[in-house]
């Protein structure tokens, strides 16, 4: 079997795991997917995963759930360990644990 296949593979069982609302182990697949074969497919489909991500952190944090929101971004950062955006957030939300009030 070559990366390509292996990847594409990975793919399939990401979707069906975030179909399944299986978030950690879509990104996990994910992961494997991008670490397997860099494409195009797998570029694209880690930045929409990086987006629905930063958008369920953004309404934990609106709702004042920050350890949820900090568990999200743990994950969430597996995708891109190095993110801007995912390390604002986790800026963010540890503003919001410290913050007195």
Known sequence: MNSELAAQQWIHKALEFYINEE???????ITLSVNIHKSHLTFALREFMIDRQCRAILDLLAEKQVLEAKNRLYTARMLLPYSKLLQQLNAFADYLLVKPG
């Not at 978030?23 to 697949?29: G, L």
Request: glycine share 0%; aromatic share 0%; charged share 15%.
């Open 23 to 29: 978030i950690e182990q879509s990104i996990a697949a």
